[in-house]
């Protein structure tokens, strides 16, 4: 059961956040490791920038399947792209998305670009070595998600393993983990 916590809300609050990690990335770090398997910085700003047009494009009612072109994305462009987003999930006239054959509602849709925003937000915070925490107020409200929508079939290919942690831990572990990020990965660099 997901939290009563307002989806756009919580969208607001996982791309504050992330602004703030995306602010320590400078060009000379573009091909730094990140905990994303196989992708540098930069493969990783292509990617949040083609999950930012894709949650976008949700709040028309449809998400367009076919992958975005590569293409080197600058912090600027992200921000902008995050400020779209928000922007049209204001006031959204859609309840539910399409996508392929799957019909999406608006408030789980919300909730997921909000996990993927914050996590991968935190991903850039490793990579350029800042590691700025998830606020444990938006990772106890994303913990609920994280549960729902990640399950075996997504791994090992979106995420590892969950990594095992007593449930006494910071709600940002507990949720970094469960996707199957490690705590101390900076330090594995």
């Known amino acids: 059961m997901l939290t009563a916590t307002d989806p756009v809300e919580l969208l607001e609050r996982a791309i504050g956040y992330t602004r703030g990690t995306l ?6 770090l ?7 398997a196989d992708w540098d910085l930069a493969a990783l700003l292509a990617h949040m920038s083609d999950g930012l047009d894709a949650f976008t494009e949700a709040s028309r009612g449809h998400i367009d399947i076919a992958p975005a072109p590569p293409a080197d994305t600058t912090v600027g462009e992200l921000r902008e792209k995050a400020c779209t987003l928000l ?14 054959a799957l019909v999406l509602d608006s408030g789980l849709l919300l909730r997921v670009g909000a996990l993927e925003i914050a996590v991968h937000g935190w991903d850039v915070g490793q990579a350029t070595g800042v590691g700025t925490p998830i606020p444990a107020g938006l990772a106890r409200n994303l913990l609920p998600v ?3 929508v990640v399950t075996d079939d ?27 990020r490690a705590g101390a990965w900076a330090h594995q660099r």
Do not use: K, N
């Open 23 to 28: 602010g320590t990335v400078t060009d000379d």
């Open 87 to 100: 922007g049209a999930w204001t006031s959204p006239a859609v309840i539910s998305a399409r996508l392929g």
């Open 154 to 180: 997504d791994r090992p290919g979106r995420f590892g393993a969950p990594i095992t942690i007593t449930e006494d831990v910071e709600p940002a572990l507990r949720l970094l983990s469960r996707l199957g």
């Open 146 to 148: 994280a549960r729902q």
């Open 30 to 36: 573009m091909s730094r490791r990140t905990p994303c």
